[in-house]
Structures are given as C-alpha cells and as structure tokens.
C-alpha cells in the first residue's frame, strides 16, 4: 500500500492480517500455559496440560474459519450478502473473546493456585541450591506473556462493536480508538 492506498488488494491483506494476527499470538500463549502447569504440577489446574492447545487452538481455528467464511461472503456484489457476511465475522470474533475469556479464567485460576504455594513462603536453601526458585527473569517473561494476553484480549473485544457497526461506522472511522485499541496491541 505504500505505492497506493488506495489499493483493494493491499487493503484486502491488511484486513487478512489483522484478523489472523490475535489468534497465532494466543495460540503462542496458550502454548506456554501448558508447559506453566507441566512445570508448576497438573494439579494446581482444572484442565490437564494437554487440554490448553487442543482446546483453546481448536477453537481458535474454528474462529478464524468463521471469520474467513464471513469475509469471503462480505466481498459479495450485494447489501444483504455484506451484512450476512459481516454478522458471520463478527460471531466469529465473539466466539474467540468467549474463549480467550474461558482460557483467562482458568489461566488466573492456575496462577491463584500456584501463588497461593509458592507466593507466601520463602524458599528453603535446599530449594534454592536445587534450582526451585522461580528466577527473576521467569517471572519477567509470565508477566510479559500476562500483559500480551490481556491486550489482545481487549484488542479482540474491541473488534465486535467495531465490526457490528458495519463498514465505514463511526467507531471505525476514529483514529485515536483505533490507533489505541487495535494497532496498538498487535
């Protein structure tokens, strides 16, 4: 688009991309959720590891799907087909906050879990030596995947009210709320 912005084509990939985006960086989340409760003990978790990726992935692809089948519809010649297509994706998106908001709930609930057995003791110099304690530079790189999960989820729920605007809706055509919700979360 930086020869013309006007470019369908450009605007069509950057559409693509925008949609696509959220969903490989949750599922790159999700993957990390599973190997937090390998390490911290299955027990403190309401789903087995496994269940974090085939749950949540599987979803996310049936939203993708659902929002792909809803923009191939909305670049149909017709109003009625448009709006079919645009209620499509915008179900598609609100299948994916349903289950970004499932996944953060049991993802808070793990980490209450996990807190509530290693936050309120001081390790032993056992534990230490052995290697046990949570280094400072794991608790950055949770913390960072913490604050990713969240911007992307208020990204995600920024989506369905823009989207169920319609096309050229005053939400979308805000700058500022765009540039703050959306650009600057992915």
């Not at 409760?37 to 978790?45: A, D, L, P, R, T």
């Not at 994706?89 to 993802?107: D, E, H, R, Y």
Request: aromatic share 14%.
């Amino acid at each position: 688009m930086n020869a013309n912005p006007w470019s369908s084509t450009g605007f069509k990939i950057q559409i693509c991309c925008l949609i696509l985006s959220p969903s490989f960086f949750a599922a790159g989340i999700y993957l990390t959720l599973k190997h937090l409760v390998i390490y911290f003990g299955s027990e403190k978790s309401r789903l087995r590891p496994q269940l974090y990726t085939w749950i949540f992935i599987s979803c996310d692809i049936v939203s993708i799907l659902a929002q792909a089948a809803g923009g191939g519809v909305a670049s149909g010649e017709t109003i009625s087909l448009v709006n079919i297509g645009d209620d499509i994706m915008i179900a598609g998106i609100a299948f994916q906050v349903a289950t970004m908001a499932v996944c953060l709930c049991l993802a808070a609930d793990f980490a209450f879990q996990v807190f509530r057995q290693y936050g309120h003791r001081r390790p032993s110099i056992a534990e230490v030596q052995e290697g046990d304690e949570l280094p400072g530079s794991f608790r950055y790189y949770v913390a960072c995947c913490s604050v990713a999960f969240v911007f992307i989820f208020i990204r995600c729920i920024y989506r369905i009210p823009e989207m169920s605007g319609g096309w050229g809706n005053p939400l979308m055509q805000n700058e500022t709320e765009f540039m703050i919700l959306d650009g600057a979360y992915v």
